[in-house]
């Protein structure tokens, strides 16, 4: 097969071998025609529920490969467009400096995680743009949202059980740092075995804000969650993506209008 990607009004002998393929794996896509219309678009949406992939309806490498008709996987990577200029441009109000110090090392985390295709790098920078506007992985300060009016900093988190603190001081010892601001002993527990080389966050949290590792946390986190991200975003739901990121829609006006700059502004890169 000469193409990695084949979607909808495609034609010719690629189209027919990919038709013969879902046949083999007993989804029809009705006449082996050559012709990418909306039986093999519903074939193709089929095969790839069936195979816990995104049901864009879109034969992009994962799809293709799953199929056995090319040997690799990988995505499109949008890394090679993504220049500071036009971050600066997602990030209107950000120091330059701060879009040059910190978008190499986020750049490099997405791609070691394989979450470098336009939609995911999307998604990494407009969570940025969301959780720390300023590209700086920071600590948490405090709000309403984690500290009581009469309470000590970051009390409202000391007995999350969803976050696995386990009481005082834990609110405060395990708070939001970094690019994703990652929260709670669970989630530092969890995403520092993870890094390479692991590293114990809990033993020491502050390294969460450490650029790179800052970087590697965004990166593994929205790995963990690419499927569900990529529904959201296929769906056009936009808040369903960011809750999954942040458990709510905080910085949603920001995340959207970051999404919105960045798509116009990175090319396209199709399906999975």
């Known amino acids: ?4 990607v084949l979607q909808q009004g495609d034609s010719g002998s690629d189209v027919s071998e990919l038709q013969h393929a879902l046949v083999e794996h007993h989804f029809s896509p009705g ?3 050559g012709m990418y219309g909306q039986g093999t678009v519903a074939a193709v949406i089929a095969f790839q529920k069936s195979e816990g992939l995104l049901p864009d309806g ?3 490498p994962r799809t293709l490969c799953a199929l056995g008709l090319v040997s690799s ?28 110090a910190n978008l190499p090392p986020l750049l490099s985390a997405l791609v070691k995680h394989q979450v470098a295709d ?8 407009s969570t940025v743009r969301a959780e720390v506007e300023c590209f700086e992985p920071i600590g948490e300060g405090q709000s309403r949202y984690n500290t009581s009016p009469s309470g ?7 007995n999350r059980k969803d976050l696995g603190n386990l009481g005082a001081p834990d609110g405060a010892i395990f708070k939001g740092r970094g690019f994703i601001q990652l929260t709670g002993r669970l989630n530092y527990a969890t995403y520092g075995p993870k890094l390479m080389p692991p590293v114990d966050l809990v033993a020491d949290p502050d390294l969460a804000c450490d650029p790179n590792i800052a970087a590697n946390l ?3 986190f929205l790995a963990d969650k690419e499927l569900a991200i990529k529904s959201a975003l296929l769906a056009g739901n936009m808040a369903t993506a960011r809750k999954l990121v942040n458990g709510g829609t905080n910085g949603l006006d920001r ?11 990175i090319p396209d890169s199709f399906g999975d």
Request: aromatic share 8%.
């Open 255 to 265: 995340f959207e209008d970051a999404y919105q700059r960045g798509n116009a502004l």
């Open 218 to 220: 965004l990166a593994l």
């Open 31 to 33: 006449a082996i025609d």
């Open 73 to 100: 996987d990988a995505l499109p990577s949008a890394i090679p467009a993504v220049t500071v200029e036009i971050v600066s441009r997602m990030f209107p109000i950000t120091p330059i400096r701060n879009v040059n």
């Open 152 to 158: 000590h900093p970051f009390d409202l988190y000391d």
């Open 58 to 60: 879109v034969a992009g």
């Open 118 to 125: 336009k939609p995911m790098v999307l998604m990494a920078l």
């Open 1 to 4: 097969m000469q193409s990695n």
